[in-house]
């Protein structure tokens, strides 16, 4: 049996996916990066492999995710891909006529505008962590609340009270000054997630033409609160798919299978990469003015990958 491995490694969690052919996720497994990406993408696969059952072979690996490249270059991925059209693919998998996509990560946010399966306009939120689930972590450990008891609080609100939610700063000392006048939690915490929503929509939505279906994903979909606070704002229905966690891994596997259905080859390097000694390092090129900071990454002693250059220069062929 044939089966294809997404990888998504961003800077809040890393997460791995085996599909079937058939679409089924086999195995989805959401991990904490924790500022160490090669180490979990190193454990991510020594659980993958313990997962598969006998007689599945992987046949095809594709890498997503702000650390892609070094994913990559690791596993011998197929395709490399950014998480627009990975998140797009996997959202088209589950709602085949879905037309817009909100995806809410660990420490930024996109909007994806589809119309007949093509994406025709995006916008990210890469600058502000307003909004995003580091945020959201920080205020439940803040007000010593579960993060998984965040939402349903929300929905227990009956007098929401209006949060500044521009900034993460001002939204926490809102929420401070909020508690102090002797609101009560429920309503701070369902104010919260409408700032949220609100500060979504006027930056990463502003412009955009929002039409059901909508699909919500990334881990802050996890977040009933939220939910329903896009719902109330945008007066449809939002879905929250299965395995919203890990939707970036599981358009990457999908990208993957469609890439090597041609060639029936895969680069993938197998999971004995887990055992191997990786090892990072950047500096300066002084080739010209322009001083391009080149990351490189180690397998053993040898270079396997480069990137940060404008130039071809420092290409590992």
């Given at each position: 049996m044939k089966a294809y491995l997404g990888i998504d490694v961003g800077s809040v969690s890393t997460n791995i996916v085996i599909l079937s052919e058939a679409g089924e996720v086999l195995t989805g497994l959401y991990l904490r990066t924790q500022g160490r990406p090669i180490e979990a993408i190193q454990s991510g696969l020594?659980?993958?492999?313990?997962?598969?059952?006998?007689?599945?072979?992987?046949?095809?690996?594709?890498?997503?995710?702000?650390?892609?490249?070094?994913?990559?270059?690791?596993?011998?991925?197929?395709?490399?891909?950014?998480?627009?059209?990975?998140?797009a693919v996997a959202a088209c998998m589950l709602v085949p006529d879905v037309k817009t996509v909100l995806e809410i990560g660990g420490q930024d946010s996109k909007i994806i505008i589809l119309r007949n399966g093509v994406v025709i306009d995006f916008a990210?939120?890469?600058?502000?962590?307003?909004?995003?689930?580091?945020?959201?972590?920080q205020q439940a450990a803040r007000l010593n609340i579960p993060i998984e008891q965040f939402g349903e609080l929300a929905l227990q609100s009956t007098n929401p009270v209006r949060i500044a939610g521009r900034c993460t700063v001002f939204a926490e000392s809102d929420m401070i000054h909020k508690q102090q006048m002797g609101h009560a939690l429920p309503d701070i915490i369902n104010g919260l997630c409408e700032a949220l929503v609100r500060n979504y929509l006027n930056n990463v939505g502003k412009g955009k033409e929002i039409l059901p279906p909508v699909v919500f994903q990334g881990g802050v979909a996890a977040n009933i609160g939220i939910k329903a606070a896009f719902e109330r704002a945008l007066g449809m229905p939002v879905l929250v798919p299965e395995h919203h966690k890990i939707m970036g891994a599981i358009g990457?596997?999908?990208?993957?299978?469609?890439?090597?259905?041609?060639?029936?080859?895969?680069?993938?390097?197998?999971?004995?990469?887990?055992?191997?000694?990786?090892r990072t390092r950047s500096f300066e090129c002084d080739g010209c003015p322009n001083a391009c900071e080149i990351a490189e990454i180690y397998e053993k002693d040898r270079v396997i990958g480069r990137w940060g250059a404008r130039c071809p220069r420092w290409d590992v062929i």
């Open positions: 020594k659980a993958a492999r313990e997962s598969l059952k006998p007689g599945v072979e992987i046949a095809g690996v594709g890498t997503t995710g702000s650390g892609r490249y070094l994913a990559g270059v690791m596993v011998g991925a197929d395709v490399i891909k950014n998480e627009i059209t990975a998140h990210m939120n890469t600058v502000c962590a307003a909004g995003t689930g580091s945020f959201l972590d990457a596997a999908q990208l993957a299978a469609e890439k090597v259905a041609g060639t029936g080859q895969t680069g993938f390097k197998g999971f004995g990469i887990t055992e191997l000694p990786y």
